[in-house]
């Protein structure tokens, strides 16, 4: 496909907010970004999206002056030329401000404390921060968002809709009304949908003070909900740019993507009921009540709910990673007690989880990539010496994974912090599936990956199934439940309030979620062309 253009909502003529051309990276032998080029109007909400790995963050680092791009190419921000390599002072003074992945919030820390981080003026022979002039500078970016916040309260006791509030100030401060643009780096990733709502609508505002904004997201219903234009990158280079979306469906977006359709899901051998199943008993901890369900070898059963119904809690509940008040996990006859159990107990009897958030929760980033897939095998550090044998079944325990859930690039010898945000859920997937668990316990299996990738993932969860693995997904996802699971519990107030058999269509989870609550759309109307302020 070539790049493809149109006219942007500022209209011709019109000084772009933001305008990249013929940018490139270049890191080691792998070249991130080739003379990319992005144009974001005045008065826009404009998407950036791509599969994993194809540059999104690496461009966002380039504009904050992260990482520098390789010679050549240029960055305006209102007409004003960014000179390279960016200094991040520089380009909070031409008006670029970001907010990062799941908001990038310290929550033992005050809303003023969040808002100024980085920012903060000191005085005196002491050096003391003034923290009146923080605060006044504080209040007055929060009612710029038309929306404030009591300044002293920690942000961990915000709401979500609150918190993201925060976010977005924080980065508005960079700019002023009628200028500059503000980039969301998957920031929307963390947020519930009554969340989006708001969040959307903030979104609004900012473009109402004439700042635009960059949307980089995973979430083509977003893209497709809350942006005015759309810019596609693959493989580090632009191959649509300023797309509108009124004129596009989600299928003309995977195809921009992937440059190619979507395949179907192939057919699935049926769990086998007579064989021996995984028995869970009369769990409770945090957040859960007396939870018990069977599962067939080859199944697999999602378990969703409303946020802090308590389908989120069980995976950590069931494999040690949270302490459980009771319950039992029995895998053919044998029980496991999770009152007591930790997670390398877990582990031996079979039970693996791959968590939410893999940064904190699943993968040593200054490890490579075969390290981290071999490590649940041999160990960590201190462990036995390997026998050519071992190294060579690593090595092919190594690339099959690479190869089945296309992990980019293929170069194995990388450490993981290395790789784009997606490919690293990736890794810790292949982690545990490499294990050949009895119960393979997933929570939110596909965040943070592309179309393309989700499809793969989906692919090798059946796949462990088909293998005679038993599998628990826990997420919100009503899609990606549909797609994968055979059976779907829903949760309310801690127990399992409703199962979903035979066929289960995204339509009747949500219908089963929201029983009792109504779920609104994820944006009422979108105004393409918005009113501004100045
Ligand atoms: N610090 C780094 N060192 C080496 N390579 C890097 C580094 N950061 C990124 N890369 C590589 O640059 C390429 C682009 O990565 P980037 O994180 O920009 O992708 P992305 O589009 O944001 O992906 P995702 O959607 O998965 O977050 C990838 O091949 C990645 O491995």
Redesign the pocket.
């Known amino acids: 496909m070539t790049a493809e253009h149109f006219a942007g909502p500022g209209g011709p003529g019109a000084v772009p907010r933001l305008q990249v051309t013929g940018v490139s990276?270049t890191?080691?032998s792998?070249r991130?970004?080739h003379e990319v080029s992005l144009e974001v109007a005045a008065g826009e909400i404009h998407g950036l999206i791509?599969?994993?790995?194809?540059?999104?963050?690496?461009?966002?680092?380039i504009l904050t002056g992260y990482?520098a791009a390789d010679p050549g190419g240029s960055i305006l921000v209102d007409g004003r030329s960014l000179r390279q390599p960016v200094r991040p002072l520089d380009a909070r003074a031409h008006g670029v401000g970001v907010v990062h992945q799941s908001l990038g919030l310290v929550d033992d820390r005050t809303v003023v404390e969040n808002l100024r981080l980085g920012r903060f003026r000191a005085h005196g022979v002491a050096r003391h921060i003034a923290w009146r002039h923080e605060r006044e500078q504080a209040r007055a970016v929060l009612e710029r968002l038309g929306r404030p916040l009591p300044l002293q309260a920690l942000v961990g006791s915000l709401s979500e809709e609150e918190r993201a509030t925060v976010a977005i100030a924080r980065a508005l401060q960079d700019t002023q009304d009628g200028r500059g643009v503000v980039v969301f780096?998957?920031s929307t990733r963390s947020l519930t949908r009554a969340a989006l709502e708001a969040f959307y609508a903030m979104l609004d505002d900012v473009v109402a003070t004439g700042t635009s904004v960059l949307l980089?997201s995973?979430s083509l219903e977003e893209v497709l909900a809350a942006t005015d234009r759309v810019t596609v990158?693959r493989d580090?280079r632009t191959v649509a740019s300023g797309l509108r979306t009124a004129d596009l469906s989600e299928a003309d977006l995977v195809h921009a993507l992937l440059g190619r359709a979507l395949d179907g899901a192939g057919a699935r051998k049926p769990a086998d009921p007579d064989r021996p199943v995984v028995e869970i008993r009369a769990v409770a901890g945090k957040g859960v009540q007396e939870a018990g369900l069977d599962i067939a070898r080859g199944e697999i059963v999602g378990v969703t709910g409303l946020t802090g119904a308590g389908h989120e809690e069980l995976p950590y509940l069931l494999t040690g990673v949270r302490t459980a008040e009771q319950g039992t996990v029995s895998i053919d006859g044998r029980a496991v007690r999770l009152a007591g159990l930790d997670c390398a107990g877990a582990i031996e009897a079979g039970i693996v989880l791959v968590p939410e958030g893999r940064e904190r929760q699943g993968l040593a980033l200054e490890l490579s990539v075969s390290e981290n897939l071999v490590l649940p095998q041999r160990g960590g550090p201190g462990r036995r010496a390997l026998s050519r044998l071992d190294r060579s079944q690593d090595r092919e325990l190594v690339a099959e994974w690479v190869r089945t859930l296309d992990i980019?690039?293929p170069r194995p010898e990388?450490n993981v912090?290395?790789?784009?945000?997606?490919?690293?859920?990736k890794v810790l997937l292949a982690k545990w599936l490499a294990t050949r668990p009895q119960l393979l316990v997933l929570h939110e299996p596909t965040q943070?990956?592309?179309v393309g990738a989700r499809h793969a993932i989906a692919e090798a969860i059946r796949a462990a199934a088909d293998a005679g693995c038993a599998v628990l997904v826990a997420g919100s996802d009503e899609n990606e439940l549909a797609v994968l699971c055979d059976r779907v519990l829903v949760f309310r107030d801690g127990r399992i309030a409703e199962e979903l058999t035979d066929d289960v269509p995204a339509e009747r989870i949500v219908q089963a979620i929201y029983r009792d609550a109504v779920r609104r759309p994820l944006r009422r109307s979108r105004v393409p062309q918005r009113t501004r302020r100045t």
């Open positions: 990276k890191f080691g792998n991130a970004l791509g599969q994993n790995g194809c540059g999104k963050s690496t461009l966002t680092k990482h780096d998957e980089i995973h990158l580090g980019r690039p990388l912090g290395q790789l784009s945000g997606g490919n690293q859920q943070a990956v592309d």
